[in-house]
């Protein structure tokens, strides 16, 4: 597969995971905020209890929050289009037969503005 399938596809699939960074982002409040709170009650009552509680929020918070960027770091499916369409212009600006078609255009673009302008030859 070339960049402009792995576009496409990360298209169709991409959108589908969007759903986790709300979940992860729910957990991650959830997880720290409360956490955070049964930990300082339990702080006076099980100090050990409470140190296990901030241990276990230290390791799992992190990777929540983490998991929460990453999927709204995933572009929608309108972008990842875009982006295929640039890669596949930039494909046929950069081959030769590619560089002679927009080298016509560019002359025909010319000639019409010419004629816009009354400056026809």
Known sequence: MNNLSWFLYLADVLPN???LGTVGAFMAFVLI????LVAAILLDYEPALAGKV????????PVLVLLTLVT?????KETIYLIAGSEAGETVVTS?????IL??????IKHQ????KGETK
């Open 17 to 19: 995971y969007a759903w």
């Open 33 to 36: 905020l409360g956490g955070g």
């Open 54 to 61: 901030l241990k276990y929020i230290s390791r799992v918070g």
């Open 72 to 76: 709204f770091a995933i572009p929608s």
């Open 96 to 100: 030769e037969e590619g560089r002679e």
């Open 103 to 108: 080298s016509d255009i560019h002359e025909v």
């Open 113 to 116: 503005l010419n004629e816009m």
